[in-house]
């Protein structure tokens, strides 16, 4: 193999690497649910986030099980409604089938 052939794998492999980092920093900055880390211990978390228009926008903050809805302006934030319990988990709610002998 000749050094042509070594430089072609080299920066095949580094344009691989670029694009894969590139695809990592898009998700985390434009994908709100793409968390990456260790989640355990933490109490607060944004549920979602709705736009408004161009100024404004909705977000849900869950802490300890509550919920908050917020209102976020590009000067003022104001609290819609406090205090939302967390809607319950479906699959809780389902119960097994009873096992026949």
């Known amino acids: ?3 042509a052939t070594y430089l072609k794998f080299v920066l095949s492999l580094g344009l691989v690497l670029a694009f894969f980092f590139a695809l990592v920093w898009a998700a ?6 793409m968390r990456v880390g260790n989640r355990a211990g933490r109490r607060l978390e944004l549920v979602e986030v ?3 228009d161009t100024r404004r926008r909705l977000i849900l903050v869950r802490r300890d099980e509550v919920e908050h809805l917020i209102l976020l302006g590009t000067t003022s934030e104001t609290v819609i409604e ?3 319990a967390r809607p319950p988990n479906f699959a ?3 119960v097994p089938p009873a096992e026949s002998p």
């Open 1 to 3: 193999m000749d050094f």
């Open 28 to 33: 985390r900055r434009y994908l709100p649910g």
């Open 50 to 52: 709705l736009m408004i």
């Open 82 to 84: 406090r205090g939302i």
């Open 92 to 94: 809780q709610h389902l």
